[in-house]
Structure formats: C-alpha cells, structure tokens
C-alpha cells in the first residue's frame, strides 16, 4: 500500500519556467490537498479537491493551478515560476468517518533560482 | 476561520523527562484537533487525533493529548523522552468532519538531551 505519492522528491527551477508536481494516492480518498511548508509558518493550503472535477482555492493559491481529473491524481502547477515559491511542498489525501484525517506525502523540495 | 497558536517555538528536555507541547486553538464551530510529527526531511506523520467522545486521547509512540474546550487547548504530552523523540511537531485544526482545510500551527522543535 503506497499511499500517497509524489513526485519529484527534488527539483530546481529558473525564475519564469513552469513545472507540474505530481501527487497520486491508492487509498480511494475523496479529498486531496496541497500545502507549502516554509520555516516558522507551518504548512499553509494552496489548494484543495473535495472529488473528481471540484477543486478549490487555499489560503495561498496564487501563482498555482489544480485539476483533478480523477480520485487517484491531484496535480499542481507553478505557471511561472518566482524565488518566493522555493518550498517544501506536501500534497494529502483525506478519509472519511471512523478514518477522518490525512494522509501526507513525502515531499518535494522546490528550490527557484 | 479558525486558527492554531503553538507556544514555544522550541523546546529542549532531558531524556526521560515529561514532554509538553502547548496548543491554543480558535473556531468558530466544534473542532477536530490534531498533533502531527515530522522527521528530518520527512513528511508528516499523524500522532493522535480528536474528533468527538473522549477528550483524553492517547495516540502513537507514548503521545497523548487532552482537548479542553474552556481553555481552547489541545496540549501534547509523553511521560518520558526518548532520543527517538526528537523532532518537528505540528498542531492543527480543522472546523468538523464536512471540512478538510487543515489549518496549521508555526510547530515546535523538540531536542532531546542525553
């Protein structure tokens, strides 16, 4: 049992260029979210998915883009990429009832230069 | 909206001394609380949680925590410290089983001395 999986783990990007990170999770979860870690702030939502084809914005959604296609996929993109989105970025999957909560992966590591 | 105060953005204890990590909250509605932790260079990894019932929670690795809805607290506790211990600890709330917008205290840096 996977998880939740993301990909890359690490990636360094120039200021402008555009990425997609990749987010995919095995348990048949509903809901799906991105957040941003930065030190002293805690993670922060970008966006989040309450299912197939229904996204919605975060506390900090500028300068990123989400679809959600299908349950398993949670994508999300930088556009044009600034030094300010250099972050840790952990994408989740969230159960419902007796197994309300999420699930995190492992991370990826944005450096933008 | 609701919102987490972590006080203490950094705590030192012996090995084998009490662990207290203190968690204020806000909502506006009954909260679901929970304590996460994370590793070195790790994702973050779920210690306990509350959603209804008993407001003592025991979670993993000798963690519980208890919510008191007069004090808007959901304070961290382990009896003993282990070195295993050390690590980022994380508050966070969310407003009920309908909502799964986390939201996130700044987080405690827990170091344990031998």
């Known amino acids: 049992n996977a998880g939740v999986t993301q990909t890359p783990k690490f990636q360094v990007l120039k200021t402008g260029q555009s990425m997609t990170l990749q987010c995919a999770q095995d348990m048949n979860h509903e809901y799906m979210s991105w957040y941003r870690q930065d030190p002293g702030m805690g993670l922060r939502l970008i966006h989040y998915?309450?299912?197939?084809?229904?996204?919605d914005q975060g506390e900090v959604p500028n300068g990123y883009n989400v679809s959600r296609s299908t349950t398993e996929d949670f994508p999300l993109r930088l556009l044009s990429a600034a030094p300010s989105q250099t972050s840790v970025y952990f994408c989740?999957?969230?159960?419902?009832?007796?197994?309300?909560?999420?699930?995190f992966g492992s991370g990826t590591r944005l450096t933008v230069v | 909206a609701q919102s987490v105060t972590q006080l203490g953005s950094h705590v030192s204890v012996s090995e084998g001394a009490l662990v207290l990590l203190r968690c204020n909250y806000s909502?506006?509605?009954?909260?679901?609380l929970f304590w996460y932790v994370q590793y070195p260079n790790q994702g973050l990894q779920l210690l306990l949680k509350y959603t209804t019932g008993a407001t003592l929670v025991k979670g993993i690795n000798g963690f519980e925590a208890e919510f008191k809805k007069s004090e808007t607290s959901f304070h961290l506790t382990k009896p003993s410290a282990h070195m295993s211990d050390a690590a980022e600890y994380f508050c966070a709330v969310s407003e009920g089983s309908n909502d799964y917008k986390l939201s996130f205290g700044a987080g405690t840096t827990v170091t344990v001395r031998a």
């Open positions: 998915s309450v299912g197939a084809g229904i996204t």
């Open positions: 989740a999957s969230g159960g419902t009832g007796d197994n309300y909560g999420y699930t």
């Open positions: 909502s506006s509605v009954p909260p679901y």
